[in-house]
């Protein structure tokens, strides 16, 4: 029940800043003009797309369950991934000003410590996870976050449908990180398939 009532928070969060957007990008068309709805929507950005230093409260794990949960927006993590050279900020919650800035957790799923899913998305840019494919079984996963170091190891991957939910599921019973990526890499039309790389935790 605490999951779901932390869920449904963030979800109300994400859409009074939706909505707030689309309000002042309404007002902007009627009131003024093109260069000031630009400083509008950056300003917007800014607001869901926050850095270490804003979020006062930091998350903390206890007994397997994680209180203080960062704000929607938030970087709470770093990503490494050592063997494709991978170091990304992870960002609590999911859209495209996010997923252009780094890593987006997906707000449904657990977070690290937690003990159950654990899903990332990135974008299939060269600068994010265009080189997540290259990833082999065994490869060392590691997430930094504010509240402790996470280590997991590669243990499959697998080029799914964007509808197959059920491929990367969210479970309690063990605690696993999914990271998913657009398929094919580079892809400049709408891909309707992801990579997904998969790992157990170590420690």
């Not at 794990?61 to 991934?81: Q, R």
């Not at 410590?113 to 996963?141: C, Q, R, V, W």
Request: aromatic letters at 10%; one cysteine or more; hydrophobic letters at 45%.
């Amino acid at each position: 029940m605490t999951k779901i009532m932390k869920i449904i928070k963030a979800a109300i969060k994400s859409i009074i800043v939706a909505f707030l957007f689309v309000v002042a990008i309404c007002a902007c068309v009627i009131f003024i003009g093109k260069e000031e709805i630009a400083m509008v929507s950056y300003v917007l950005q800014l607001i869901t797309v926050q850095e270490d230093n804003v979020q006062k409260i930091i998350p903390t794990l206890e007994d397997g369950v994680l209180t203080n949960y960062p704000t929607f927006g938030t970087k709470y993590a770093t990503l490494k991934i050592p063997t494709i050279g991978l170091e990304q900020p992870v960002y609590y919650g999911a859209n495209n000003t996010i997923l252009n800035s780094g890593i987006a957790h997906d707000e449904k799923s657990y977070f690290p410590g937690e003990g159950g899913s654990i899903i990332y998305a990135g974008h299939n840019f060269s600068t994010i996870l265009a080189n997540l494919p290259k990833m082999n079984e065994g490869d060392a996963i590691i997430v930094e976050s504010k509240y402790d170091t996470f280590e997991y190891v590669m243990v499959g991957s697998k080029i799914i449908k964007e509808t197959d939910v059920e491929q990367v599921p969210i479970q309690k019973e063990k605690e696993m990180l999914m990271i998913y990526t657009c398929w094919p890499i580079n892809n400049i039309s709408h891909a309707t398939e992801r990579f997904v790389v998969y790992a157990n935790l170590v420690k």
